[in-house]
């Protein structure tokens, strides 16, 4: 094994899993000081993740929204953006998906199925368009533009579900009525919740992989996010790059969100994600960006995240507790610096790595 | 932003465990036991530190469990997101639990769908009513009407400006319940007395989340003359209080004891009118224990069964005369033996 690559795989590998097992490490200290079983716990939260009746197919759909959305702020890292409203893109995603699917009944779902699944997209793809545009146009950091819009799209969820054109006049719950049957997604294994949504997330993983890797569209994003000013001298037109790059991002969480109504609860409720897209930001830094890695990283998160409720009923830990393990785990990888020290491990220089960590800081004075 | 909640969490676990109450399940059920009977509460996504109906639910839980002769043993799981409720409730299920308690209307279709398929365990549902529920299916419902009249004989024997303020959330019947209760109570008390009150338009986006709203509204009535307004809309009507606080008026709170839930308020807060959700919580769980569960699928708690009432006075209690005491327990016992209405038909 050559020296670089075996740098490279400990960057890619190492930190990540060390920051996983720090995560769990403070978590458990806290579990100690509350005066339960860390041990237990965390037998609890494997076993409802994976070991228990039904458990497994409900990790995997926990995770099928992570991979849509890890995959949307991965994209944007690589262009030098910080995605940081996949939360709102994903609703608009979802209000788009229950629109479509809410329309043309009696459509059969080869034909109804895609078409709500494109409109999700659409919804993300214009929620993140236009703080694209906003950063291309007028220098409006995304991190601000695309955090308020989540905001303008909770708000504007409750408008329309809560008593509002989409809402459900049958139900004294806020939701949009349920979807059209026939733009259901299929379910994969039956007596389960795990859906034909999971076969798109593996997919889109490896043609996300090729339009970064193998497409000039995906090397002018990579470009921009090294250097603009190097992307400039080259040709190639920043401010383009930037929203189509925000807009795919968008795109790809929008189709989590349609993902999520079509495949699993069937309509829109009220506080229909708590986190998923914020959760997607530790996803897509757990994978370095890296198109690949977001499987590994989503199945982790959607684990954690299923196996979180059996680990309450067990031992009453808090469902809270995961969120202290992704906490301390975006902490290490965003500072793997702190890794080395800790561990006493020397510098290794690795392209992707400082990638992430300029994005984390969101800097890019170059617009 | 999820990280900040963790590092919150964190902060949170520490807290509980410095103050010596980690929140664990509580398991009960003495010697003479022959069965213990699981209950399982699966909240909304409000949580467990909600201090209102989610908490109060669990503490109706905890209520059950230190009843040592209904040997019932206790869970909680806190949702993470609308799509856990199934999901959690299905937890219990394969935990051979025996009954369920949700809390709350976003559980309301859940419920139903999980309790029709599974007709052999039970399920109540704080706060929710059903027009044709199965058998195994309780809702348990207030007569917040009567709570919002106890409230008002306070409210109209206290003003001294003969003028009382309402803020209300949106025109539903529970809402709708507490001000027809609330004012008709202050009529009782103090015929004369002017009462002003307002609902939230359904504009939609801020329904019950309006605070700033709610403080306009209230502001706008002290001008008009108020010295006590009655916060009944979540967040919105928090906003009512906060008003009260800043001008130095009194207030009334909603649902709980808002002087322990919301302390923002402690300085306006003369009462609470209260739906005793944690009672009604046990008294179900009674029920499934004791082989008595309602056949109609509804539990309405009232004056009759100490389901609503008010809150302790707290500050104000060396406050409020004697008389005004007498007259609220008075009226208490006429709500429930049907002597005194409050004026709510339907």
Not at chain 1, 212 to 239: D, K
Not at chain 1, 353 to 358: C, D, G, H, M, S
Not at chain 2, 90 to 103: E, G, H, R, S
Request: proline residues 5%; glycine residues 10%.
């Amino acid at each position: 094994m050559s020296r670089a690559l075996r740098q490279r795989l400990f960057a890619a590998v190492f930190i990540p899993v060390i920051s996983v097992a720090c995560g769990f490490v403070v978590a458990g200290v806290a579990v100690v000081i509350t005066g339960s079983d860390p041990l237990a716990a965390f037998t609890a939260l494997f076993q409802g993740a994976f070991t228990n009746p039904r458990a497994f197919p409900e990790t995997l759909v926990a995770m099928t929204p992570y991979v849509f959305l890890g995959l949307a702020v991965a994209l944007g890292f690589r262009a030098g953006l910080f995605n940081i409203g996949a939360e709102g893109q994903f609703y608009l995603g979802a209000i788009f998906g229950v629109l479509a699917g809410n329309s043309l009944p009696g459509t059969p779902g080869i034909i109804h199925i895609p078409l709500a699944l494109a409109f999700g997209m659409l919804g993300g793809f214009i929620w993140a368009a236009v703080p694209g545009l906003l950063k291309a146009r007028f220098g409006a950091h995304e991190v601000i533009t695309t955090i308020m819009l989540n905001y303008v799209a909770f708000q504007l969820t409750d408008f329309l579900i809560n008593k509002g054109p989409m809402s459900d006049p049958h139900s004294t719950a806020p939701r949009t009525p349920f979807i059209d049957p026939g733009a259901q997604l299929p379910i994969l294994l039956s007596g389960s919740r795990l859906h034909l949504g999971l076969i798109l997330a593996v997919i889109a993983v490896p043609i996300v992989w090729f339009l970064l890797e193998r497409t000039t569209i995906g090397f002018r994003i990579r470009t921009v996010g090294f250097s603009q000013g190097a992307a400039r001298a080259a040709g190639i037109s920043v401010a383009w790059t930037l929203v189509l790059t925000m807009g795919i991002s968008g795109a790809l969480a929008g189709l989590a969100g349609a993902d999520e109504i079509l495949g699993v609860s069937h309509y829109m409720p009220a506080s229909f994600s708590v986190g998923y897209g914020f959760d997607s930001i530790a996803v897509a830094l757990l994978a370095r960006s890296n198109p690949w890695a977001i499987l590994p990283s989503a199945f982790l998160f959607g684990a954690m995240r299923n196996g979180a409720a059996f680990m309450q009923l067990q031992t009453q830990v808090s469902s809270d507790l995961i969120s202290i393990v992704q906490a301390i785990v975006i902490m290490f990888v965003a500072a793997p610096v702190m890794v080395r020290w800790i561990f006493r491990l020397r510098e290794v220089p690795v392209g992707g790595l400082q990638i992430t960590q300029r994005e984390t800081t969101g800097v890019s004075s170059e617009t | 932003m999820r990280s900040l909640r963790g590092i919150g969490a964190l902060a949170a676990l520490l807290a509980t465990a410095i103050f010596g109450f980690a929140c664990g399940g509580t398991t009960g059920g003495g010697t003479s036991c022959t069965k213990t009977y699981n209950v399982g509460l699966v909240t909304d996504v409000g949580k467990l530190s909600d201090k209102s109906f989610n908490a109060n639910a669990w503490k109706g839980v905890q209520d059950a469990v230190a009843d040592k002769s209904l040997c019932v043993a206790a869970k909680v799981i806190e949702s993470n997101q609308p799509t856990d409720y199934q999901k959690n409730m299905q937890l219990f299920i394969d935990q051979k639990y025996d009954m369920i308690v949700t809390v709350g209307f976003l559980l309301g279709d859940d419920t139903l769908a999980v309790a029709k398929a599974n007709p052999t365990i039970k399920f109540a549902i704080v706060d929710y009513a059903y027009t044709t529920p199965p058998a195994n299916l309780t809702g348990l419902v207030f007569r917040e009407d009567q709570a919002g009249f106890l409230a008002g004989i306070v409210a109209g024997k206290m003003s001294k400006t003969h003028t009382i303020g309402g803020v209300y959330g949106l025109d539903i019947p529970p809402v709708h319940k507490y001000r027809v209760g609330y004012e008709n109570g202050a009529k009782y008390a103090d015929p004369t007395i002017k009462t002003l009150g307002v609902y939230q338009p359904p504009s939609g986006a801020k329904s019950f989340n309006d605070p700033d709203w709610g403080k306009q509204q209230a502001t706008a009535m002290f001008g008009q003359g108020a010295d006590i307004v009655f916060g009944a809309g979540g967040n919105t009507g928090n906003g009512a209080l906060l008003a009260a606080v800043q001008a130095n008026k009194l207030c009334v709170g909603v649902d709980v004891d808002q002087f322990v839930s919301y302390t923002d308020a402690d300085k306006c807060l003369l009462t609470s009118a209260e739906k005793h959700i944690a009672f009604a919580v046990t008294t179900s769980i009674t029920d499934m224990v004791k082989n008595t569960w309602p056949a109609n699928g509804l539990l309405t708690f009232d004056a009759t069964n100490a389901g609503v009432g008010i809150s302790p006075f707290h500050n104000y209690d060396s406050q409020v005369p004697a008389d005004v005491k007498t007259m609220v327990a008075d009226a208490l016992k006429k709500l429930a033996d049907g002597t005194l209405k409050t004026g709510y038909t339907g």
